[in-house]
């Protein structure tokens, strides 16, 4: 009876996690589309740089309109909306919601060499006078472009995120239109005890550092600076706060229903309307989206199951720890020390030429590996092997489309841009080729009938350990790499579960290697800003 009650379960188990993940992508998407209901988003062009606007719908922007003081504002507040290094105008959605629910003009853009814009990012990224004063250029412009909106105040707030805080800040220090800055994950040496006027800092309470940065720009006004406490006064421009989002990290801090709420809240202030008049209405995507993706790579798993079996038993090298040991180890040095003095820049993309040589190298150097371990056994490992091309090509597709085209579809509509535009199909490629080596290589390591449990995660540590080794020879040109394990890290996560599982489907090491491959040489070829030359 225990037999059949467990055999019963274990083909249960595959529609249960079926009906579940449906439960939570269609949640989510419910959660997602909501979020939208009550905004009007229109999309253009400023030259390259896309642009979108969200207003109030009509049937808020009425009682948004009633909520100002018509005779001194004119119109709706204006709020400019910037992102970060590797970011898009996706990745700012939250705020711009939330804010245009609230009764402001939200506006969002793509800096040069980010997102969709077509234009490569110019000059020098460590200079002041270089990308910084491009970056300030292009927000002056946009600027323009938000305040000349029929419905559009006068007034003009900026909202920035990580790099673009600093260049809100020097931008706010120039242009007397500005009324409020808020600035997410701060670091900006351009903060002084005068200006920008009404600041307000707002950081991850995981951001350790950025504490620290965010209470010297407070600490400028008083001597006794505390995070949640206001300091100066809006009617002259002097306000300033710090506050720390909990229990987020530099991109938590995006969705956090604290930060949302504080820049509403701050923006009401600066603009001189009355408390408790607004909305109250918080974007919940940082509950949907990881709902939504949660719910994507569990349908994996019974997905999975239907794909053909390509071997009768699972191939791969199926090495011992003596084995695996040194073959793990050894690329992850020897990596970084061939490349010590590569351009971070290759092909004009800052860092990510590097990454994908790197990720070619590594791969070269295991399957160099797997081939001498694979000699070494040839007298005792002659059994026939016999891959089924047509079926091999069905699993691969099918796996392929799945977790690299769903999972990237998803994310470029509601996370951040996924976009390969022309200027970067380069880099795809060559991207493409090193991700490629790396994770056929690699698949074929650590998988067979027999492996030492926890190799796939040896391997996945040993690479991030080489990486962080290539930041450490050469911290100035690479330390943007630092940035890019935010991706890195939870990417290692999700496609070893559908790895996994496609491997054991199929048995073969091939099939299972091709979706991550896809899926990180893609997406590492359009998170990377593009420079000019």
Known sequence: MNAQTDSLLSRSLPGIAALLAALAIVTALTLLWRSGAGVEVERSWLGSTPVTVYRPAAELRAEAASQWDESRLGGLPVVLISHGFAGSQQLMQAFAVTLARNGYL????????????LEPLTGDVMDIEGATRSLRDQTAAVADFA??????????ALLGH?????????????????????????FSPAVTQAAPENLLVIVGNLEGRLKIEALRAVGLVTEQPAAGVTFGSFDDGSARRA???????????LYSPTALREAAGWLDQSFGRSPGTNTGY????????????SGLVLLAWPLSKLLPRVFQSRQGLNPAWRELLPAALVPAVATPLLLFAFPADFLGV?????????????????????????????????????????????????ATLYAAGAIGLALDRFVTSFAVTGPRMPLLILMLGGTLAYFLADEWLVRGPQVPRGAH????????????????????????????????????????LISGWVYRATGDPLVSALPSAVAFGWTLAVVFPQLSG
Do not use: K, Q
């Open 106 to 117: 939200a506006v969002t853009f793509d800096y040069y060499g980010h997102g969709r814009n």
């Open 282 to 293: 918080i974007d919940n995507r940082g509950l949907a989206i990881p709902l939504l993706l």
């Open 162 to 186: 990580s790099m673009a805080s600093d260049i809100i800040v020097r931008h706010a220090l120039s242009d007397p239109r500005v009324a409020a800055t808020i600035a997410v994950s701060m």
């Open 350 to 398: 800052l860092v990510g030429g590097y990454l994908a040589v790197h990720f070619a190298v590594y791969g070269l150097l295991t399957a160099g590996f797997c081939l001498w371990l694979r000699r070494r056994r040839v007298a005792t490992d002659r059994a026939s092997i016999r891959r089924r091309p047509l079926v091999a090509l069905l699993a691969v597709t099918a």
């Open 147 to 156: 305040l000349a909106l029929p419905d559009a105040a006068p007034g003009l």
């Open 243 to 253: 506050v720390f989002a909990p229990a987020v990290e530099h991109v938590g801090v």
């Open 457 to 496: 995660l040896l391997t996945r540590v040993c690479f991030l350990f080489s990486l962080g080794l290539a930041v450490a020879l050469s911290f100035e040109d690479l330390f943007f790499l630092l940035i890019i394990a935010a991706v890195i890290v939870p990417y290692f996560l999700i496609y070893g």
